[in-house]
């Protein structure tokens, strides 16, 4: 590991203990350069996960990809940096090892995930997971989360899925 503060890649471990109930381990490190101490995170990654896009494209799997846009969903609202690592190590758990899963299926993971955390930011990550054109599309999916106190259904998956079988 290199030292965030002088760039040294000599450190020693001080204390390690498990993290983010047992799927990962926060290591403290000391930097024997500067004396600079600093907390490190290691976690099993999914190496073959591939998501599947909408447009049928596949790509490997990114935990920095997705917790980017949990960030972006989640700014300045009251979720602190330890809720979003912990909720995506819950959806790198939950999408085990190998294997595909669909960009529709790791969203409802997320919105899952983050509905009970703050509402407001799970709507906004909705908004962009599902692409939202018009300000009806924003007050349906308050009015869904309100009722059913769930993330708002994907209406376009479901009127697809409905012509599918219909």
Do not use: W
């Not at 099993?44 to 998501?51: E, F, K, S």
């Not at 906004?124 to 009806?136: C, E, L, T």
């Amino acid at each position: 590991m290199k030292c965030p503060r002088c760039d040294a890649d000599n450190d020693k471990v001080i204390d390690s203990r498990a993290a983010f109930d047992g799927a990962a381990i926060r290591r403290r490190r000391e930097c024997l350069a500067c004396g600079h101490r600093y907390s490190t995170f290691e976690e099993i990654l999914p190496d073959d996960v591939r998501v599947v896009k909408r447009d049928g494209t596949r790509e490997k799997f990114s935990r920095a990809k997705l917790e980017r846009g949990i960030r972006k969903a989640c700014v300045k609202r009251p979720v602190a940096d330890e809720q979003i690592s912990a909720l995506v190590s819950s959806v790198v758990r939950a999408l085990g090892g190998d294997g595909e899963v669909t960009s529709e299926r790791l969203g409802e993971m997320v919105m899952e995930r983050l509905l009970p955390l703050d509402e407001v930011a799970c709507v906004r990550f909705a908004s962009v997971y599902r692409s939202f054109s018009d300000i009806d599309q924003f007050t349906s999916a308050i009015a869904e989360m309100a009722k059913n106190g769930k993330p708002p259904a994907d209406k376009a998956g479901m009127e697809k899925d409905e012509q599918d079988n219909g």
